[in-house]
């Protein structure tokens, strides 16, 4: 059933017993407030949304002067604002006083539900929102609230008591509609009008890092449901195109950058809703148990009852589709169908102190902590819910690392993570295939990991990444030298004392090519002629996953250990000790090169796609 209305001819009994000028007095409004015979539509005419309050997506209502006498009085102003409250408190608990009823009938036999989200799940009094359309079918647990957000949301994660006390199938999300319209500050990620800017152009780069904060945020409420809650479906939706209306919220901070023209703020709005659905879309993808719902053309052009909230009939069309999709799951699947829920993630970890001198000969000198290292990250992986490889010394061959890292491409669908770290010796070979022509330093090097048997090539790693599924995340963490992107370490630098440096010099790298010359020259697609398509490898994105780098130091820095570990990962693990919940790798990086000292800084770099969810989300995190 749909909101109750009273008939124009059945009128409530305080209207009919109304003050002197027809309208309620606040002590009527008061019972009708206090009567547990109330339903939130009896209220709509006595309440009134206040246009220049609140947030984005957090109406402010107040009571409605023009249906309810509010005396111009210190006492007036005081009894309207408790009733006010009192209204706002039937509102949101007499839905979950519904749905414990409708539970306690024993009659009803579909999904149990619960819902979290901003106003389009929960509009007080005025409109009958996406929640009001699915709570005429369904048992819905009500947590929205208006203005809500996303991070609010992650940090109080009310749904998981919900979902754990409501034994619920399905979990309703709707939020990020405050960071689209950066919660008032729209003006400050538009450029100024310019006649020969196309409607893209007009969103500065701070934008596009809004959206990248909500999809972790929003990643990290799937990966937190999906561990906790392996059975629980989550269906999340986009926005639909609004019409800015010299609102607040869209009109308003375009006039102010001087875009004035309606069509020409409609077109970036447009631009501004389809890059959050294409993110959303594509995050939701990549977890199997999330069901994302595109509602781009649904409420339409005229359907809107302000800049941010449909009407009541456009609520309504986009209830039906989550209604059709709350059905599709809640058909029984076929055993063929059934797919696992739980995101996976892997981790290999390299730690070389020695190599085998018959291939390296004297060349190398012995590091002391690499193994260190290499246990230390193996053990935070596993605290973090990785599987752990741990590989050190004469077990770390070049075999090894492609068996262990072509298992994981295999194994790991999109949304789940694998982690590649490596302390050891950093060394270089010779450029065969061209590809090192157009780098940084056109050094005509090839820069290597040194493992046990032979060094491992940065051209043989990047086709290893090139293994990995769409989707997929990489984190790969260097303590070496030449990791910072990754090139030749001057002869000229001195790491000092009481410090060794991880690296082979460059004429221990010429002397052990010289004597392994036709295996490095043997090496796929080292030894090749320069082919334009290797060159450009990187500009074409043929690695499909997102692999995110941490490198222990900069193209013409050394990496260094001393005192347990090297240097790098001695003051990752100092700087996630003293915080463990650090969000943004860059941010971590940035933690880190505070406390290192000038001659060594890290580096943070990034090959293939783009996944902004990653790059932001809790480090280290599953």
């Given at each position: 059933?749909?909101?109750?209305?009273?008939?124009?001819?059945?009128?409530?009994?305080?209207?009919?017993?109304?003050?002197?000028?027809?309208?309620?007095?606040?002590?009527?409004?008061?019972?009708?407030?206090?009567?547990?015979?109330?339903?939130?539509?009896?209220?709509?005419?006595?309440?009134?949304?206040?246009?220049?309050?609140?947030?984005?997506?957090?109406?402010?209502?107040?009571?409605?002067?023009?249906?309810?006498?509010?005396?111009?009085?210190?006492?007036?102003?005081?009894?309207?604002?408790?009733?006010?409250?009192?209204?706002?408190?039937?509102?949101?608990?007499?839905?979950?006083?519904?749905?414990?009823?409708?539970?306690?009938?024993?009659?009803?036999?579909?999904?149990?539900?619960?819902?979290?989200?901003?106003s389009w799940f929960q509009y007080p009094f005025k409109l009958w929102d996406v929640i009001d359309v699915l709570m005429e079918k369904y048992a819905v647990l009500s947590l929205s609230a208006g203005g809500d957000t996303l991070e609010n949301m992650v940090r109080r994660a009310e749904y998981r008591k919900a979902l754990q006390s409501s034994q619920a199938s399905i979990l309703l999300l709707s939020a990020g509609g405050n960071d689209l319209v950066a919660n008032g500050n729209l003006a400050t990620h538009l450029r100024a009008f310019d006649a020969g800017l196309q409607p893209a152009e007009y969103l500065l780069s701070s934008f596009d890092q809004l959206i990248g904060r909500t999809m972790a945020l929003y990643d990290m409420i799937f990966r937190d449901v999906a561990q906790r809650f392996p059975q629980v479906q989550v269906v999340c939706h986009g926005y639909d195109y609004p019409i800015p209306?010299?609102?607040?919220?869209?009109?308003?901070?375009?006039?102010?950058?001087?875009?004035?023209?309606?069509?020409?703020?409609?077109?970036?709005?447009?631009?501004?809703?389809?890059?959050?659905?294409?993110?959303?879309?594509?995050?939701?993808?990549?977890?199997?148990?999330?069901?994302?719902?595109?509602?781009?053309?649904?409420?339409?052009?005229?359907?809107?009852?302000?800049?941010?909230?449909?009407?009541?009939?456009?609520?309504?069309?986009?209830?039906?589709?989550?209604?059709?999709?709350?059905?599709?799951?809640?058909?029984?699947?076929?055993?063929?169908?059934?797919?696992?829920?739980?995101?996976?993630?892997?981790?290999?970890?390299?730690?070389?102190?020695?190599?085998?001198?018959?291939?390296?000969?004297?060349?190398?000198?012995?590091?002391?902590?690499?193994?260190?290292?290499?246990?230390?990250?193996?053990?935070?992986?596993?605290?973090?819910?990785?599987?752990?490889?741990?590989?050190?010394?004469?077990?770390?061959?070049?075999?090894?690392?492609?068996?262990?890292?072509?298992?994981?491409?295999?194994?790991?669908?999109?949304?789940?993570?694998?982690?590649?770290?490596?302390?050891?010796?950093?060394?270089?070979?010779?450029?065969?295939?061209?590809?090192?022509?157009?780098?940084?330093?056109?050094?005509?090097?090839?820069?290597?990991?040194?493992?046990?048997?032979?060094?491992?090539?940065?051209?043989?790693?990047?086709?290893?990444?090139?293994?990995?599924?769409?989707?997929?995340?990489?984190?790969?963490?260097?303590?070496?030298?030449?990791?910072?992107?990754?090139?030749?370490?001057?002869?000229?630098?001195?790491?000092?004392?009481?410090?060794?440096?991880?690296?082979?010099?460059?004429?221990?790298?010429?002397?052990?090519?010289?004597?392994?010359?036709?295996?490095?020259?043997?090496?796929?697609?080292?030894?090749?002629?320069?082919?334009?398509?290797?060159?450009?490898?990187?500009?074409?994105?043929?690695?499909?996953?997102?692999?995110?780098?941490?490198?222990?130091?900069?193209?013409?820095?050394?990496?260094?250990?001393?005192?347990?570990?090297?240097?790098?990962?001695?003051?990752?693990?100092?700087?996630?000790?003293?915080?463990?919940?650090?969000?943004?790798?860059?941010?971590?990086?940035?933690?880190?090169?505070?406390?290192?000292?000038?001659?060594?800084?890290?580096?943070?770099?990034?090959?293939?796609?783009?996944?902004?969810?990653?790059?932001?989300?809790?480090?280290?995190?599953?």
């Open positions: 059933m749909a909101r109750a209305k009273k008939p124009s001819n059945d009128k409530p009994r305080e209207a009919a017993a109304g003050g002197p000028d027809g309208r309620l007095t606040l002590e009527q409004l008061a019972e009708m407030v206090a009567d547990p015979a109330t339903a939130p539509g009896d209220l709509e005419p006595y309440f009134r949304v206040a246009e220049d309050q609140g947030a984005a997506f957090d109406p402010v209502v107040e009571i409605n002067t023009d249906t309810v006498h509010v005396p111009d009085t210190a006492e007036g102003r005081s009894r309207s604002a408790l009733i006010l409250n009192g209204a706002n408190w039937l509102e949101r608990n007499g839905r979950q006083s519904r749905f414990y009823r409708l539970l306690s009938k024993g009659t009803y036999t579909g999904p149990v539900i619960v819902e979290e989200g901003d209306d010299k609102g607040r919220w869209l009109g308003q901070p375009m006039a102010t950058r001087g875009i004035v023209d309606p069509q020409l703020q409609v077109s970036i709005a447009k631009v501004m809703m389809d890059r959050f659905n294409i993110s959303l879309a594509r995050l939701a993808r990549s977890h199997a148990h999330v069901h994302f719902l595109d509602l781009r053309g649904v409420v339409g052009r005229q359907g809107w009852s302000d800049e941010l909230h449909p009407k009541n009939a456009g609520y309504r069309r986009v209830g039906d589709i989550f209604a059709a999709q709350i059905d599709r799951l809640s058909r029984p699947r076929s055993r063929g169908a059934s797919r696992s829920d739980r995101p996976r993630a892997m981790s290999l970890h390299l730690g070389l102190n020695n190599a085998d001198p018959a291939h390296y000969g004297a060349e190398l000198s012995p590091l002391e902590f690499c193994i260190a290292d290499a246990e230390a990250m193996a053990e935070l992986a596993g605290s973090r819910g990785f599987a752990p490889i741990l590989l050190t010394d004469a077990a770390a061959t070049r075999d090894a690392l492609k068996e262990a890292m072509a298992k994981a491409a295999t194994d790991l669908q999109p949304g789940e993570t694998f982690m590649f770290t490596y302390a050891g010796h950093g060394g270089q070979l010779p450029d065969f295939n061209g590809d090192e022509m157009g780098g940084p330093d056109m050094d005509r090097l090839d820069e290597t990991l040194c493992l046990f048997d032979g060094q491992f090539v940065d051209d043989e790693l990047f086709a290893l990444w090139s293994q990995f599924r769409e989707g997929v995340r990489v984190l790969a963490v260097f303590d070496s030298c030449h990791s910072g992107s990754v090139v030749r370490a001057p002869a000229t630098l001195d790491a000092g004392p009481t410090v060794t440096a991880r690296r082979m010099t460059l004429g221990a790298a010429s002397r052990v090519f010289r004597k392994n010359e036709a295996f490095y020259r043997g090496l796929p697609g080292v030894g090749a002629a320069p082919d334009p398509a290797i060159v450009n490898r990187e500009l074409d994105y043929p690695v499909a996953a997102c692999v995110v780098q941490l490198s222990a130091c900069q193209s013409n820095q050394l990496a260094t250990e001393s005192l347990g570990h090297g240097r790098f990962t001695d003051t990752m693990l100092e700087v996630l000790g003293a915080s463990p919940q650090i969000y943004g790798y860059k941010a971590l990086m940035d933690r880190i090169a505070s406390r290192m000292p000038p001659e060594q800084t890290p580096k943070y770099w990034r090959v293939g796609a783009e996944d902004a969810s990653f790059e932001s989300q809790l480090v280290f995190s599953v």
